[in-house]
């Protein structure tokens, strides 16, 4: 069996560009869970967030990966929330390497301070929010089983570090 590549980490952690060049690279298929979702709810991620609710995000995003998880050799480019149900690394778990990119409050606020897209940072101190958050979500990234550091590093030696680690 050719297990997956799961990517995880906070918002603007790099996740989408890697993913994209690491599927490119090892010619593997590409999946974003929120784009997933994005196309089976027939709206943006934070109109679903305003009309329909965190939690029942929350919920779609674990149908997703329950099928998602069960794939095999594909790059799975997953929503930073996923770690807050622990079912969602379980399911990953279970057939997926999972690699935790992980970034500093710092390089995370430089990258996301100029977009919209993320209704959880749409608020007055993004800065506090990205802290508060990835405070509480770190001992759950850290379930991963690589963890690669990317706030000094190029996305290309990222990608790198995770082929080798990987293969
Ligand atoms: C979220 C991360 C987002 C998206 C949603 C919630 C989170 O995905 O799923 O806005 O709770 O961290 P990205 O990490 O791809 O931005």
Redesign the pocket.
């Known amino acids: 069996m050719k297990k997956n590549i799961a990517l995880i980490g ?3 952690s790099g ?2 560009i890697v993913a994209k060049l690491l599927a490119k690279q090892l010619g593997r298929n590409l999946i974003n869970t ?1 784009s997933l979702i994005v196309e089976r709810e027939g709206m943006e ?1 934070t109109d679903i967030f305003s009309i329909k609710g965190e939690k029942y995000f929350r919920d779609v995003v674990e149908d997703v990966v329950f099928e998602v998880s069960q794939g095999e050799g594909l790059v799975i480019d997953c ?3 996923i770690v ?1 149900r622990e079912q969602n690394i379980n399911n990953l778990h279970y057939k997926s390497t999972i690699v935790f990119l992980k970034t500093s409050v710092e390089a995370i606020y430089n990258r996301v301070k100029n977009q919209t897209h ?3 940072l749409n608020v007055k101190n993004p800065k506090a929010k990205i802290d508060e ?1 990835l405070v509480s979500r770190l001992s759950s990234y850290e379930k991963a089983d690589f963890i690669v550091d990317t706030s000094e590093k190029t996305i290309d030696s990222v990608v790198d570090e995770i082929i080798k680690s990987t293969s």
Do not use: E, H, T, V
């Open positions: 906070f918002m603007g996740k989408s929120d991620i929503g930073g929330g807050l993320r209704p959880l958050f």
